[in-house]
């Protein structure tokens, strides 16, 4: 168990209304990923971090931000959540010190309404 | 990054061993390739990773051909627990790791 949680597990939100997503690791990793997920497709990076205060941007990352204030916690924000939104949100951190794997959370379903 | 073609999806009797190819014929030099699995509603899980010779683990054996353009995930003695989508991912360790996911193979264990 990597020690990943996310919250809320579940949230049913309406258009236009901020959304902030909370993924939280208790192995005090450098790199967090935050990745979306829709119906039979693969997962699709959207935004990462690479240190306190160190983000960038991913593949899927217009209508999304993020912020990383201490180690163990990494926020996505939708500041006004749009119905393309609605999909599985996986938080990842990667592996110990020289390695290179990332292990997920159990995500979060959101649905925008 | 290499692009990866998997089939969409495969079948496997119960406690046979289930192979799983992927073709990853422009992957360079520095690209390790990756497997992942994600069991229904569940987050990915790591499965293992080579560069060019064959690795083992607890979980799996991965198999790369000499001129590393495919690969073959084989989990020995499949259970009904394996069944899950399979992912095969080329990646050089650099951009800060990030990993570009493909559709996968819907690998079923039949009982």
């Known amino acids: 168990d990597a020690g990943i949680t996310q919250s809320p597990r579940h949230k049913v939100t309406e258009t236009g209304t901020p959304v902030t997503l909370r993924c939280h690791q208790t192995e005090n990793h450098r790199y967090m990923y935050w990745y979306r997920q829709d119906p039979g497709h693969g997962l699709r990076l959207i935004h990462y971090s690479y240190g306190v205060k160190d983000t960038d941007k991913g593949e899927v990352s217009d209508g999304y931000s993020v912020s990383r204030s201490k180690t163990e916690d990494f926020l996505l924000t939708l500041e006004s959540a749009t119905s393309s939104q609605t999909s599985v949100y996986f938080c990842?951190?990667?592996?110990?010190?020289?390695?290179?794997?990332?292990?997920f959370g159990p995500g979060t379903r959101l649905t925008v309404l | 990054d290499a692009k990866t073609t998997q089939p969409p999806s495969m079948d496997c009797a119960e406690g046979r061993a289930a192979n799983l190819p992927c073709n990853h014929s422009t992957i360079s030099g520095n690209e390790y390739v990756y497997w992942y699995r994600q069991i229904h509603s569940q987050g990915p899980q790591y499965i293992i990773h080579g560069l060019k010779n064959n690795e083992t683990n607890e979980m799996a054996s991965l198999i790369i051909t000499e001129d590393r353009k495919s690969s073959t995930l084989i989990l020995p003695h499949a259970t009904l627990r394996d069944t899950a989508v399979y992912y095969c991912?080329?990646?050089?360790?650099?951009?800060?790791?990030?990993?570009?996911w493909g559709a996968g193979t819907k690998l079923i264990i039949k009982p």
């Open positions: 990842a951190i990667m592996g110990l010190a020289g390695a290179d794997t990332q292990y």
């Open positions: 991912i080329p990646n050089s360790r650099g951009s800060n790791y990030q990993l570009i």
